[in-house]
């Protein structure tokens, strides 16, 4: 065969390939289409923040009396050694008046504590109200039961795209479909639920209340489909 022959014989295969390519692109029907699966699940984390605060014309007896109270803190907290506490914002400022005139210093620091949300915990939590400041609570899925939760709902999502691809391929009056693409989208984590004001005050000495509610987690898959005209 000769070298032009060849060329020629080459031409003429993809000429027919590229026919075959454009009659099935004419004869193929594209639908996209997606599923999400959502649930409510309980609350098991929960954080709450507490403030050390002082104030007085001496920055020592501002030190001092922050770190008593943070001390005073950690001594109930050694009683409950599942929960996880963070210490942060540590300041001490001076205060002045409209003139600038120094008036007075102010000092502050935060603790946070991250604990399972279980019967008994709202004990320890007034037990540290005569030492420090509530700022709030905030009630969440644990990284733990939150990788459970969205496997789960992965599984059904997947379920339930299976089940649509078959229903839209018999809308079509077909049983033949092709899966061509497919996303599965991350979950978006709500923000945890935020409690303010719940604390009971000092005086008055009685525990906090602790509603957790739910937190809803969501799974969403996109697909395309191929189905014959």
């Known amino acids: 065969m000769t070298f032009s022959r060849f060329c020629l014989l080459l031409i003429c295969v993809f000429s027919m390939n590229a026919h075959a390519f454009e009659t099935n692109q004419r004869n193929e029907n594209r ?42 803190a950690y001594a109930v907290l050694k009683r409950a050694p599942q ?40 004990k320890i939590m007034a037990q540290i109200q005569p030492y420090l400041r509530y700022q709030n609570m905030e009630f969440g899925v644990s990284s733990a039961q939150r990788q ?10 997947l379920d339930t795209f299976q089940k649509k691809a078959q229903l839209i391929a018999q809308g079509f009056q077909t049983q033949v479909y092709k899966i061509i693409e497919t996303n599965i989208q991350s979950p978006h984590f ?6 303010r004001n719940m604390m009971a005050s000092d005086a008055v000495g009685n525990a906090p209340v602790m509603q957790a509610g739910q937190s809803q987690l969501s799974v969403t898959i996109n697909g395309t489909l191929l189905l014959p005209n």
């Open 190 to 195: 709500p923000s945890p639920y935020l409690a």
């Open 83 to 122: 929960i996880k506490v963070e210490t942060s914002d540590y300041q001490i400022q001076p205060i002045y008046d409209k003139n600038q005139a120094l008036t007075t210093w102010r000092g502050q620091q935060t603790l946070t504590l991250n604990m399972e949300n279980q019967p008994g915990l709202v």
């Open 31 to 72: 639908v996209s289409f997606s599923v999400t699966e959502s649930a409510y699940f309980n609350n098991d984390q929960v954080t709450l923040t507490f403030r050390a605060y002082s104030q007085d014309l001496n920055p020592q007896v501002v030190a001092n009396e922050i770190n008593t109270q943070m001390q005073a």
């Open 148 to 157: 459970l939760f969205i496997d789960d709902l992965t599984r059904k999502a």
